[in-house]
Each structure stands twice: as structure tokens, then as C-alpha cells.
């Protein structure tokens, strides 16, 4: 199994490079996280952005799978297969849902609102879709499964756990109504009900036994992971590569390669430190460049220069083997750009990552030569100094970049 991960605060790409790769796998399988996550695929003039679903599903023949460690709302996902079937895509025969995934209530999005606005200025600026309640409901013992679905005393069992969260929601001094979404989230079970619903890590390890390629896809990205990112502004699921075998059940043993995506520059979303992060004109210019806004919440993405103390930790964390560099295109037209190489902080210099990303932190950089736009189809073809960065780059991190994305549509991409 080969896993494809993002390295830094998320929105690296992934949906769609593993598009690109998809066409070379049997099996596309996501691992973790929810409707958090938006990977967007373009192809034809047209543009997808899938939450739930697996970015394996433009590709004909290829089996996609929903795994164990991800959480699910019924009703983002009857939206995202009628927005798929519009698109003439019809998953009943190639997509499984594990009966392990956990389910997303609507008083599971309501406690995440209810936490987020008594954290005032401290908010993790979560996307609200109830991915830290869910989480919690999982390691607490409480939460729901898809499997649950199948369960004669299911409606009971949703009811138990909706009032509890009552019981908390009454806790908070603003009121957040969700009654109005229960009727559209049971329609989201039925429609979830018509798909396959499968012990999906049988089936994973199966189809490795046959020796079919299965391919991992990761939400996020490792500067959001529970335990390495930067806590308490992380998500609540294990973005890294070993959160593929939990999230799959596949054993760590089975894993081949690990892509790990990163962007040519940073972006981060949500609140939490970004020692790169710009606050002027560049980083205005990053934004507007890289249509910088979010494809879940549509919210404008905080940009910055590349971090390499930041994307060594995340490689060494991963244990990457290929590393995809994507929208080089965005950094076109600069006369020099910027790569913070390490940190200064009070004890002095430092090129791995400090516990804590304290803002009096000082990024110290490297100087590239910039280059035009990347007008090509083979790496020979791309500007000099975009070679001369993507050689520095595999300089300082030890690993090759066997891939570089230079547009958002799934022929802009480059592979050596
Ligand atoms: P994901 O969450 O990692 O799948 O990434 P998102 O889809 O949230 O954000 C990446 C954005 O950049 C999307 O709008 C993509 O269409 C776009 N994109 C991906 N690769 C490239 C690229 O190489 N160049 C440019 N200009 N855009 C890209
Ligand atoms: P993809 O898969 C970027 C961020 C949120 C917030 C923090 C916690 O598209 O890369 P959560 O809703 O998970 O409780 O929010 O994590 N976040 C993302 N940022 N891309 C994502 O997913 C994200 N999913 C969550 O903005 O700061
Ligand atoms: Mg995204």
C-alpha cells in the first residue's frame, strides 16, 4: 500500500494528484478525517471538489474506499454523490464505506460551534463540521458507526447520544439550534445505506494479497496531526502516515512508498501559528496568485514562503519517499524567492521544530532566483531556476521530487 499525505497545514494538492495517480492504482482508500477536508479536481474545464469521497472516483475501474478512521455526515455525503451522479459518476458498484467509520451528528456540528464560540479569541477557527466532537464521541465510547445504521434499535441509539449532546449544549449560553437538520440527516443514512457498506480493512488486506495496488489518500496535513501539529490548532485525527494503517488496518509492514505533497510556498486556514506567514503585499500576491481561499469554508488562506524546518520534521515524521511539489505556477514572475531554512529563537539558532512556534520566533531565509511561468509538459522543458529550486530542495531534504504540479487541472503536472 502506498500512502499520499500532505505535509504541511493542508490544501497541498491531494485531490488532485491522487487523481493523477489514480490511474495506476486498482484502490483508492481515504484514511481519516471528514468533511473538513475539500480536495479539488480539475479536468475537461470542469472543477470537483470532493469532501468525503475518495479522489480516486473520475477514474473508471478503480475501487474507492471510505475507511475506518474517517468520520462521516450523512448528509454532506448524499450531497457529494448527487453532485458526483450529476457528473454522470454512479458509485454504487465501486464504492465501499467502512462499517467502522464513525458518524457525524447534527449535534456533533452544533457542540463544535458551541466550543468554538466560548474559546473567543482563542478559537482553533475549526471548520464547524463537527470533526472534534465526532473524535471525541470515538475515543470517548460514545460515538455512532456506520455499521450502527444496520442495527434494528438504531433510532434509539441516535436518540441517546443526541440527548447527552443536549445535555452539554445546555451547558453553553448561546443557543444552537440543529432540529431542523435531523430530518435531512436520516435521509443522508438512507442514501448512505444504498452504497456498500464492508468491513473495509478485510477488504483492503485482501486485495494486497492479490497483489493489487491500493493507494492511501490523507485529509489535512502533517502540521494539523493530533499529536505532531501545532496543538491545540491541529485537527483531531492522526494526519501521518501511520494514520493510514490505523485508519485502514493495514499493518505498517505493508506499506511501499509515502508521497508526500507539498505546495512551492505555505498556506494555513484556521487560527495557530505559521512562522513563514506573510502579512503584506507578497503574501496578498501569494493569495490572489493561488486563488488562495478555502474549498471547504471559502475562507482566505494565510500565505507565506516555504518552511523546511517545518517540511523536514513533517518528512521525517512520514518517512517520505517520493516528495510532489505543487502550484509551482503561483511562484512564477518573482525576482527571488524566500525558504526559511531555520528559526532564531532566544537560545539561538535552530533547524529543527521548537515544542512551542512562539510568534517572537524569527524564520531566518535562503534566496532563490525566480523564474517565469513554467510554460511545459517535461521537467527539461521548465525555466532553469525552477530546476535550480526543486535541486536546492531535494539538497536540503534528502528526498527526490519525482513530481511537480504547475496548474490545477490534472494534465498540468510534470513527473521525472
Ligand atoms: P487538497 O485539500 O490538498 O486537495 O487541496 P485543495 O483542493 O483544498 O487546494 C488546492 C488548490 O490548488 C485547488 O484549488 C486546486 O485546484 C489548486 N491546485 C492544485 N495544484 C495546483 C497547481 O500546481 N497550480 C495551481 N495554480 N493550482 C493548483
Ligand atoms: P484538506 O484535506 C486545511 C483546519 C481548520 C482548523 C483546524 C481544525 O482540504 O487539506 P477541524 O474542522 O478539523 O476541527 O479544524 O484544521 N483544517 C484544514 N485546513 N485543509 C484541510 O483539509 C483542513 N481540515 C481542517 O481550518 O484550523
Ligand atoms: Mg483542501
Not at 494538492?13 to 481519516?32: I, T
Not at 470532493?50 to 477514474?59: D, Q
Not at 488562495?292 to 524546518?309: H, I, K, Q, S, Y
Request: net charge negative; aromatic share 8%.
Amino acid at each position: 500500500m502506498d500512502v499520499l499525505l500532505g505535509l504541511q497545514w493542508g490544501d497541498e494538492g491531494k485531490g488532485k494528484v491522487v487523481d493523477v495517480l489514480a490511474a495506476r492504482y486498482g484502490v483508492v482508500a481515504r484514511f481519516q478525517g471528514g468533511p473538513n477536508a475539500g480536495h479539488s479536481l480539475e479536468m475537461e474545464g470542469k472543477r470537483y471538489v470532493l469532501h468525503t469521497i475518495p479522489s480516486g472516483v473520475f477514474r473508471p475501474g478503480a475501487v474507492n474506499i471510505i475507511g475506518n478512521g474517517v468520520v462521516i455526515d450523512p448528509i454532506i455525503f448524499r450531497e457529494e454523490v448527487s453532485m458526483l451522479e450529476a457528473a454522470g459518476i454512479d458509485l454504487h458498484s465501486s464504492l465501499y464505506i467502512s462499517r467502522k467509520a464513525h458518524l457525524i451528528l447534527p449535534s456533533h456540528r452544533a457542540l463544535d460551534a458551541a466550543t468554538e464560540q466560548a474559546k473567543g479569541k482563542d478559537r482553533v477557527g475549526s471548520t464547524l463540521k463537527g470533526i472534534g466532537p465526532t473524535y471525541m464521541d470515538k475515543t470517548g465510547r460514545n460515538g455512532l458507526r456506520v455499521g450502527d445504521t444496520e442495527l434494528p434499535d438504531f433510532k434509539a441509539r441516535y436518540q441517546a447520544l443526541r440527548d447527552k449532546h443536549c445535555g452539554i449544549l445546555a451547558q453553553y449560553p448561546t443557543e444552537v439550534d440543529f432540529a431542523q437538520h435531523e430530518e435531512e440527516w436520516f435521509k443522508g443514512v438512507e442514501c448512505l445505506r444504498e452504497y456498500q457498506l464492508a468491513d473495509t480493512e478485510v477488504m483492503v488486506n485482501g486485495y494486497l494479497d492479490r497483489g493489487e495496488s491500493v493507494l492511501a489518500e490523507g485529509a489535512q496535513g502533517t502540521m494539523l496531526d493530533i499529536d505532531f501539529g501545532s496543538y491545540p490548532f491541529v485537527t483531531s485525527s492522526s494526519t501521518v502516515c501511520a494514520g493510514a494503517c490505523i485508519g485502514l488496518g493495514v499493518a505498517p509492514a505493508r506499506v511501499g512508498r509515502v508521497y508526500g505533497i507539498f505546495k512551492a510556498y505555505c498556506t494555513r486556514v484556521g487560527a495557530g501559528p505559521f512562522p513563514t506567514e506573510l502579512h503584506d503585499a507578497t503574501g496578498e500576491l501569494l493569495r490572489e496568485a493561488g486563488h488562495e481561499f478555502g474549498a471547504t469554508t471559502g475562507r482566505p488562506r494565510r500565505c507565506g514562503w516555504l518552511d523546511l524546518v517545518a517540511l523536514r520534521y513533517a518528512i521525517m515524521l512520514n518517512g517520505v519517499t517520493d516528495l510532489i511539489m505543487t502550484k509551482a505556477d503561483v511562484l512564477s514572475g518573482f525576482d527571488a524567492v524566500r525558504v526559511a531554512t531555520r528559526y532564531l529563537l532566544h537560545s539561538g539558532e535552530t533547524r529543527t521544530l521548537p515544542y512551542t512556534l512562539d510568534s517572537d520566533l524569527q524564520p531566518l531565509y535562503d534566496e532563490c532566483p525566480g523564474w517565469q511561468t513554467p510554460n511545459a509538459s517535461t521537467y527539461g522543458e521548465l525555466p532553469g531556476n525552477l530546476q535550480h529550486y526543486v535541486a536546492y530542495l531535494e539538497r536540503e531534504t534528502g528526498v527526490p521530487i519525482s513530481m511537480i504540479s504547475v496548474g490545477p487541472d490534472r494534465s498540468q503536472t510534470i513527473e521525472r
